[in-house]
């Protein structure tokens, strides 16, 4: 029996949201193996089905990303599994959009549903991570107009602003000196 979580937030707010990623890689697998619809369990949605005639649970934590492990151990405990049983979607934006990497255990990488899952079950889980890269920085920049005025200016990373360059920091001043050698009395 394996239990396949999906990271996300709750709410129409959230829906589309790319950190939801976890929690519409879920949907497409209870979709694409025609489980049940989810129903209220375990602090989150939850669903039964088989894949490739093995019994997998399906949840959604309604409990917000920051809190996922409440929902993620109760069903563990519940059902008597091991982390090594857990697979957990997530959204994951230090890896390219689209690329897809799994593996047991391991840190939250500042992840804090991973966190949330850490502190509740232990580290030992399956992650699945999807990439969404990181979203388009942007560098605070300023420009002087005719006035003086010092407006805000945003441009994409990687673009050079034409603020003049900043002023070194003055040196620091020397350690003083000590009156002279100690001498034992």
């Known amino acids: 029996m394996l239990l396949l979580v999906g990271l996300g ?3 129409p707010s959230y829906a589309r949201n790319r950190h939801n990623v976890g929690f519409m890689a879920l949907d497409r697998v209870v ?4 489980f049940p619809s ?3 369990r375990f602090h989150g949605l939850f669903a039964e089905g088989k894949v490739d005639r093995r019994r997998v649970m399906a949840l959604k934590p309604l409990t917000y990303m920051n809190d996922s492990g409440r929902a993620v151990g109760e069903a563990v405990r519940f059902h ?3 982390p090594a049983d857990v697979f957990v979607l997530h959204d994951e934006i230090d890896l390219a959009p689209g690329k897809v990497r799994v593996k047991q255990g391991g840190g939250s990488a500042g992840h804090n ?3 949330s ?3 509740d079950i232990g580290p030992d889980f399956w992650r699945v991570r999807s990439g969404l890269g990181r979203p388009v920085l ?3 920049t300023a420009a002087r107009d005719d006035l003086g005025v010092v407006p805000e200016v945003f441009l994409p990373v990687g673009e050079r602003a034409r603020a003049p360059p900043r002023q070194p920091k003055p040196p620091r001043p020397a350690a ?3 009156a002279g050698p100690i001498s034992p009395p």
Do not use: M, Q, V, W
Not at 31 to 34: F, G, L
């Open 38 to 40: 989810f129903r209220k």
């Open 138 to 140: 942007l560098a605070r």
């Open 80 to 82: 008597r599994l091991s």
């Open 9 to 11: 937030n709750p709410g």
């Open 31 to 34: 979709e694409r193996h025609s």
């Open 117 to 119: 899952i850490d502190s």
């Open 113 to 115: 549903g991973l966190r």
């Open 176 to 178: 003083r000196a000590t």
